[in-house]
């Protein structure tokens, strides 16, 4: 049984991740370039208090906060992996952005596209994924293009590009959904699917897949994937193929979960789209000269490994924890990767 409640206490971890990008903005923009490790640390310590504040959520019931965000297992589980993830690129990357004009701004950048992977996966209503959405995009634009190099800024460009279109896709799918089933929450969802246009409902449902598949460099979405991580930094690849996947996943468990098969035999699509895939990305990284490239290439091939365990959510209890145990291992893989 989910409880609801409207506490902003349940959300420390979010809000700390927000406090710690502005503190982060405001704090640099008045501390001394050779003293800008100061911002890492306040990044980090935010970080920690998210950490404690998603254990102590985690011992509590499921509940839902505000009518819209589902703090459960799936939740509390990408926080932590989240966290962990934008704790471990800030250390790492520590000598990387040391003394760089922008040194700070990439820490708030990180910290905003770790808000927006975990809204994303606790988003229990199509508006707020779509807000989700662009708080894990519109940051990772401009991390994309940080170091302002000609590779990272043509990088930029590119993945600003099929971002803005795939958001436009997922904006139209969640129109068409509300438009159909008269609601855009997820558990009054199915009900008025069911009732509604099918037609409608079924270009809806995959539009906003398109959308999600964009954020995780599935294919037929990956194309940004290769370029962009060639083209920017180990530091900021290792973010933009980890952090946002994350929560892009997790919101197609959550959103595909309870929709019916009848309306779009969603399954068959994502076990399409899974296979494909596993197969282009293994297949392309044999070609590869480029170890960046052949990383990115790699991360294709592990969404395709994730969506096989969404594909058969609805039919086994066994699904979510292998999602979530994936997801964790996928992250610290991938961002030792590049490290």
């Not at 502005?22 to 501390?31: E, F, P, S, Y």
């Not at 962009?228 to 290792?238: F, I, L, Q």
């Not at 592990?302 to 979510?320: C, D, F, K, N």
Request: net charge neutral; proline share 6%; no cysteine.
């Amino acid at each position: 049984m989910v409880m609801m409640n409207e506490d902003p206490a349940t959300l420390i971890p979010e809000l700390a991740l927000l406090a710690g990008a502005v503190l982060a903005v405001l704090v640099g923009a008045w501390t001394p370039r050779r003293r800008q490790g100061r911002v890492r640390v306040l990044a980090l310590v935010a970080v920690g208090v998210g950490l404690i504040g998603t254990i102590t959520a985690a011992t509590k019931p499921p509940s839902t906060t505000f009518d819209t965000y589902v703090l459960d297992t799936t939740t509390h589980a990408v926080r932590a992996i989240v966290l962990v993830s934008v704790a471990l690129i800030l250390w790492w990357s520590r000598d990387a952005v040391a003394a760089h004009p922008r040194e700070s701004e990439f820490t708030a950048l990180v910290l905003l596209g770790g808000l927006g992977a975990v809204l994303m996966a606790g988003a229990a209503d199509l508006l707020l994924l779509f807000a989700a959405f662009l708080l894990a995009s519109v940051p990772l634009y401009a991390l994309a293009g940080w170091a302002k190099s000609g590779a990272t800024t043509e990088a930029a460009l590119k993945y600003y590009l099929s971002g803005a279109f795939a958001g436009v896709t997922m904006l139209a799918g969640t129109t068409l959904l509300y438009g159909a089933a008269g609601t855009t929450g997820y558990d009054t969802l199915p009900e008025g699917l069911a009732t509604g246009a099918a037609g409608p409902a079924a270009v809806g449902l995959v539009a906003v897949l398109a959308g999600l598949a964009f954020k995780a460099g599935a294919v037929p979405a990956h194309f940004w994937v290769p370029d962009v991580t060639d083209g920017t930094p180990p530091p900021v690849a290792a973010v933009l193929t980890t952090i946002p996947k994350i929560g892009a996943l997790a919101a197609m468990w959550r959103l595909l979960l309870d929709v019916p098969e009848d309306i779009v035999p969603w399954p068959l699509l994502i076990a399409v789209i899974a296979a494909v895939s596993m197969s282009l990305g293994n297949l392309a990284a044999f070609s590869q000269s480029s170890v960046l490239r052949l990383l990115a290439y790699s991360t294709v091939s592990q969404v395709g490994y994730v969506l096989i365990i969404i594909a058969v959510g609805a039919r086994t209890p066994e699904a979510q924890p292998a999602l979530l145990f994936y997801l964790a291992a996928y992250a610290l893989t991938n961002i030792g990767a590049f490290a």
